[in-house]
C-alpha cells in the first residue's frame, strides 16, 4: 500500500524566507508523487508533479521539489514567502496501479508572517 | 477548458435526510474520484469511477454512494445524514493512465444539523 508522511502539521515563515515543506513517501514500485496547495474554501490546485523524468521538478508561483529515492522524500521549497503563499499544502502519491487512485498526506499549514 | 464543477456549493441538511451532490469532470476526463475533507480526518478517498465503473473504494460505510453516467459526470449520495457527515466534498477528474494529475473542483460544503 502506499502511503505519505508530512512532517510538521503547522509551518510558520517569515515574508522573504526560505519555504520547506517535508514529504516521504511509501511506495513499493517507483511513484508519481504530486504537491497540491488549498486555500481557504476552495479545492486542491496542483502546484507541480514528479513522473520520473527529472528528479527536481519545478511548478508554480516558484515552487519546487527534489525526488530523492534514497530518502523517499519529495520536500517542497520555495526560496522568498510571500503572503499570498500562506495556504494548505498536500502531498499525495500515486503508483499507477490500482486505477488512479491517489494518497494524500494530512497536510501541512503554511503562514507567513509580515 | 472548463475546470470541473461541483453543485451545489453549499448544502444544508438535517439529520437523518440523504443528499446528492454532483460533478462535472474536464471535457475528455473519464476517472473521476470523490473525496471527503474534515479538519478532524483531513483528506479521505471515498471512491474513484471509471467508464461508468466503481474502480476504487476507500473504508467508508454503505450510506456512502456513488455512481458515473456515460457522459462521465458523476453523483455521491450519503443517505440517513448524520452530525459527522458534514464536510467539505470534493471531486476531482483526471485522464486515464499513470502519472496523470487529478484537477479538483471548489467542493460542495454540506454542514448536517
Known amino acids: 500500500a502506499q502511503s505519505v508522511t508530512q512532517l510538521g502539521s503547522h509551518v510558520s515563515v517569515s515574508e522573504g524566507a526560505l519555504v520547506l515543506l517535508r514529504c516521504n513517501y511509501s511506495s513499493s514500485v517507483p511513484p508519481y508523487l504530486f504537491w497540491y496547495v488549498q486555500y481557504p474554501n476552495q479545492g486542491l490546485q496542483l502546484l507541480l508533479k514528479?513522473?520520473?523524468?527529472?528528479?527536481l521538478v519545478k511548478g508554480i508561483n516558484g515552487f519546487e521539489a527534489e525526488f530523492k529515492k534514497s530518502e523517499t522524500s519529495f520536500h517542497l521549497t520555495k526560496p522568498s514567502a510571500h503572503m499570498s503563499d500562506a495556504a494548505e499544502y498536500f502531498c499525495a502519491v500515486s503508483d499507477g496501479r490500482t486505477g488512479n487512485q491517489f494518497y494524500f498526506g494530512t497536510g501541512t499549514s503554511l503562514t507567513v508572517i509580515p | 477548458k472548463a475546470g470541473v464543477t461541483q453543485t451545489p456549493r453549499y448544502l444544508i441538511k438535517t439529520r437523518g435526510q440523504q443528499v446528492t451532490l454532483s460533478c462535472s469532470p474536464i471535457?475528455?476526463?473519464?476517472?473521476v474520484s470523490w473525496y471527503q475533507q474534515t479538519p478532524g480526518q483531513g483528506l479521505q478517498f471515498l471512491f474513484e469511477y471509471f467508464s461508468e465503473t466503481q474502480r476504487n473504494k476507500g473504508n467508508f460505510p454503505g450510506r456512502f454512494s456513488g455512481r458515473q453516467f456515460s457522459n462521465s459526470r458523476s453523483e455521491m449520495n450519503v443517505s440517513t445524514l448524520e452530525l459527522g457527515d458534514s464536510a467539505l466534498y470534493l471531486c476531482a477528474s483526471s485522464l486515464e493512465g499513470q502519472g496523470y494529475e487529478q484537477y479538483f473542483g471548489p467542493g460542495t460544503r454540506l454542514t448536517v444539523t
Open positions: 514528479y513522473t520520473s523524468a527529472a528528479t
Open positions: 471535457s475528455g476526463h473519464r476517472s
